[in-house]
């Protein structure tokens, strides 16, 4: 097992995969069924808005019901 820290965790389509070439070869696929749909539809909450040279991230209060 690699002693790398990991510094990102995306969810990455076949087009973003090939845009990272070849030399990207440390995916691991994800099975397309719905697992991850509830925290995708919080993502998409999410409101990024430029603030200067920085972010401003808005975020309303999540249903953390399952």
């Given at each position: 097992?690699?002693?790398?820290?990991?510094?990102a965790i995306g969810f990455l389509t076949r087009r973003d995969l090939s845009i990272l070439g070849e030399a990207f070869d440390?995916?691991?696929?994800?099975?397309?069924?719905?697992?991850?749909?509830s925290l995708l539809d919080q993502l998409d909450r999410?409101?990024?808005s430029p603030h200067g040279g920085d972010v401003v991230i808005r975020t309303t209060r999540f249903d953390t019901k399952t």
């Open positions: 097992m690699s002693h790398d820290k990991i510094v440390r995916q691991i696929p994800v099975p397309d069924d719905d697992i991850f749909a999410v409101e990024a």
